[in-house]
């Protein structure tokens, strides 16, 4: 057993709640109370600030459901009509071709732009996204137009702001992968130029 020489007993005989406060400076209670209320307004602030970026749209995301739904249904026609119908045949034919996957482009692109203004106002990079579309079906044009005289001619993918192509900007536009762009639009000779 251990000694307790010296030691106070335990428990101990007056209770701590009986020996009064030490003293408080008055200065002190001041700190206290400016020291709340900087924090309720710190709080006040981090809320308005959090609700802010919460409903604001972000830059370069398509985020609406209703746009992502169909947006998705659309370039899922898209693609198929576009995987279904490669670059093949003669120059006459290859330029047809073309112009049927621009076509199939198109009715995508116009098929989400007839969706309700407002839900494309609200979910500002779509509008941006859809021209980007109609930059590369006009590159396309561009190299069917130039076909008949030139056979070795190349797409030329448009670029952005930053110089990058923009099909890059189309694919992260969409988070979830709802419509990347089709290599064969990108590239019509890839069926061709690929070996076994």
């Not at 981090?46 to 998705?72: K, P, Q, Y």
């Not at 198929?80 to 009715?107: H, K, N, Y």
């Not at 579309?133 to 797409?155: H, K, N, S």
């Amino acid at each position: 057993m251990m000694e307790t020489d010296g030691l106070p007993a335990y428990p101990p005989a007056r209770n701590a709640w009986d020996y009064p406060p030490p003293p408080i400076s008055p200065r002190w209670k001041w700190v206290a109370i400016a020291a709340g209320f900087l924090s309720l307004v710190a709080a006040t602030a981090l809320v308005a600030v959090a609700i802010s970026v919460t409903s604001r749209d972000n830059t370069g995301l398509i985020e609406d459901a209703r746009l992502l739904d169909a947006i998705s249904r659309e370039c899922a026609i898209m693609t198929f009509t576009i995987e279904s119908t490669p670059l093949s045949g003669d120059v006459r034919q290859q330029v047809a071709i073309i112009r049927d996957q621009d076509a199939a482009v198109a009715t995508m692109v116009e098929a989400i732009r007839e969706l309700d203004p407002h839900v494309l106002a609200d979910d500002k990079p779509t509008a941006g996204w859809l021209d980007d579309w109609d930059r590369l079906v006009g590159a396309r044009e561009t190299l069917a137009a130039g076909l008949e005289e030139d056979l070795g001619l190349e797409i030329v993918i448009p670029k952005d702001e930053k110089g990058h192509p923009i099909d890059e900007r189309m694919d992260k536009a969409l988070l979830g992968g709802e419509c990347t762009v089709p290599a064969d639009l990108l590239d019509p000779n890839r069926a061709n130029n690929a070996t076994i």
